[in-house]
Every structure is written in C-alpha cells, then in structure tokens.
C-alpha cells in the first residue's frame, strides 16, 4: 500500500490484505497517513516506511520486518526479527523470535503481541515464528 490518507471526518482509511493474498510473499507500506492496515497473512519480509498516525497488524512474517521513519503509530507484529530505525512515538506489541534492533528512535514502547485473527496460528506455524 502507498500514498493513502484516512479522512479525520469518518475515521481512518482501512487497508486489509486477506488471508492468501499475500502467501508467503514480501510486502511494502509507504507514505501513509492515518490508516488502518491489517495483514492478516503470512509474508516473507515486510517494510513500512514513513507512516504517521497508523494502526498496523503485520500477522505473521517469516524473515524481517523494517520499520523506518514512522511516527505516531501503533504496529501489532508478529516476525523472526524486527529492525526499526528513525522512529517517534510508536508503540509495538510483539511476538518475535529475537530481540528486536532499535536504531536512532525515541518514546518507542513494547508490549507482547496481543492480536487474533482466523488462521492466525497456522500463519505462525508457515512463518517458524514460536
């Protein structure tokens, strides 16, 4: 998904990748502005750059995931490993398989993964996440 900007009239733009639409491949985010995105999938590696003000739901990633120049967002991630750099003010809530690689960010928070979805633990299980 890119360039996408939500209406703060009726509330946030939702971006929604259903279960097989991605299968297993990588996925980009760039340039959103307050939006919903929810994949609800498993992916191979996934990128998310320059968001403001987003909820993300990244349900399961099997190689990294890269978090680069977001602010004000909250991301629901379940990966083998995160890196994130140049970030402000974001939340995690996160189920990984290694500790997860902050570079140059400030007021990040983490909290253990706390999403469910259909076919959400056989999306874990393809992606070796434990």
Known sequence: ?????GS???????LRKEPGSIDGQPFELSD???CEVLLVDHSEAVQADD??????????CCDS??????????FTVAC?????RD???????LLCNSEPVIELSTGMRFAPYNAEYPGLLGHLA???ID
């Open 1 to 5: 998904f890119r360039s996408k900007s």
């Open 8 to 14: 703060a009239g009726s509330g946030p733009l939702v």
């Open 32 to 34: 959103l502005d307050a």
């Open 51 to 60: 968001l403001t003000n987003c909820r993300v739901l990244i349900g399961a």
């Open 65 to 74: 995931v890269f978090v680069r120049n977001c602010r004000g967002c909250s």
């Open 80 to 84: 083998k490993q995160l890196r994130t």
């Open 87 to 93: 970030c402000v003010d974001c939340t995690f809530y």
């Open 126 to 128: 393809s992606a070796g």
